[in-house]
């Protein structure tokens, strides 16, 4: 296995042209002033785009017909150019390859359910985290996406699912998960702006509800924490993989950073101040941490815990040594964690097809 150098800050990169999901309620008041407009504008030009999904001078109606051109073009620059995108699950899931305003590529994943629509969204181009079983990490950090280009792809989601274009017509967008590409907690200023924007009420916001939107992470204890004082009450999601600090060294590197004691530790804090249980992502790799004794050690851990394991089967990348584990490897977990009283669902395979699973985002052009 070769390893990769883990890598907290980006490499700088020119910065894509402001737009108003970057900016809190108040910035985007200055920002009309400054433009010559009245205050008021900034509500309307909020509710263009996160309440309607409009974003196009023409569909700007109740703007003065003078301002349009110039508010849009100062505000709402288009940010992503969809590539293309490919469909799975009949019709059901929608993997889509974005560039960036620099040629920059990065990937979202669109998901219907009965019961609700997710989007899976990027946080970074790339990753520094460099775990050896995922393909984004594998390619290293390119840059962090700013906020609106993380906002962005929930409301083109949320466009396209308004717009009747996935199989069950007109729906609403419920659900985001940061599990695209990136680590978001390495992110941090940006990916908590783009919080505000998904859940702050409509016309501010998207309006989701908190619970709604799921931050997942590699365990940066510190962003953890800072996170827990924020006021949200967004979902916490731990990628833990190993229940011991020897094999989770390898699975997850920055482990030799900040240990699986400290991040439960941190979790728990999460947990404890926003009265939301986290859960722990698993990827069950073939005898490599399926073993039973690692599901027994992985049961005493959280036994108590207020987490939840989410067992996802692992999408092998290309060229790894390393495979899903078994049905019955799976099962044997289950009923361990199960005996500890530790809640545990498996993640659906969604888009393994069209390398739109977990782990399989790598933006090749
Ligand atoms: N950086 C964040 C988001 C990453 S993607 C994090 O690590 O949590 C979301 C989840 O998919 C993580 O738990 C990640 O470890 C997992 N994952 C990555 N590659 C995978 C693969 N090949 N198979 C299954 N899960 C994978």
């Known amino acids: ?41 900034a509500d309307q030009l909020s509710r263009h785009y996160f309440h309607r999904l409009t974003h196009r001078p023409e569909q700007l109606t109740d703007l003065p017909a003078a301002s349009r051109d110039r508010l849009c073009g100062a505000l709402l620059p288009e940010l992503l150019t969809e590539v293309r995108h490919v469909e799975t699950d009949r019709g059901t899931t929608r993997k889509t390859l974005w560039k960036l305003h620099d040629g920059t590529l990065v990937e979202s994943v669109l998901m219907r359910y009965r019961d609700r629509l997710t989007v899976c969204i990027s946080s970074q181009a790339g990753c520094g985290m460099a775990c050896p079983f995922c393909a984004t990490g594998q390619g290293g950090l390119k840059r962090n996406l700013s906020t609106a280009e993380i906002v962005e792809q929930a ?57 709604s939107v799921t931050m997942s992470t590699v365990g940066l204890v510190p962003a953890i924490r800072r996170l ?58 073939r005898d490599v941490n399926d073993q039973a004794w690692r599901a027994d050690l992985l049961g005493q851990l959280l036994s108590g815990r207020l987490a939840h394991v989410n067992l996802i089967p692992l999408n092998p990348t290309p060229g790894s040594q390393w495979d899903a584990s078994p049905k019955r490897a799976e099962e044997a977990f289950i009923q361990r964690l199960t005996a500890h009283r530790v809640p545990v669902t498996v993640r659906d395979t969604r888009g393994r097809d069209i390398d739109g699973a977990c782990g399989q985002l790598a933006a090749n052009g």
């Open 1 to 41: 296995m070769t390893s990769l150098p883990l890598v907290f800050d980006a490499p700088k990169a020119a910065l894509p042209p402001r737009h108003l999901a970057d900016l809190s309620p108040a910035e985007r008041r200055a920002a009309l002033a400054e433009l010559g407009e009245q205050s008021f504008r």
């Open 155 to 211: 409301v083109a989601a949320a466009r396209v699912a308004a717009a009747g274009e996935l199989p069950g017509g007109p729906v609403r967008l419920s659900n985001v998960v940061f599990m695209g590409m990136g680590e978001p907690l390495a992110n941090y200023r940006r990916v908590v702006g783009a919080l505000h924007r998904l859940v702050d009420p409509s016309p501010d916001g998207l309006g989701l509800a908190q619970r």
């Open 228 to 285: 827990a004082e924020e006021g949200l009450q967004v979902t916490l999601a731990v990628s833990l993989h190993a229940p011991d600090d020897e094999l989770r060294d390898t699975l997850v590197p920055v482990n030799t950073r900040w240990q699986v004691r400290e991040v439960l530790e941190a979790a728990d804090d999460y947990a404890a101040r926003t009265g939301r249980r986290y859960s722990i992502e698993y990827a069950m790799i």
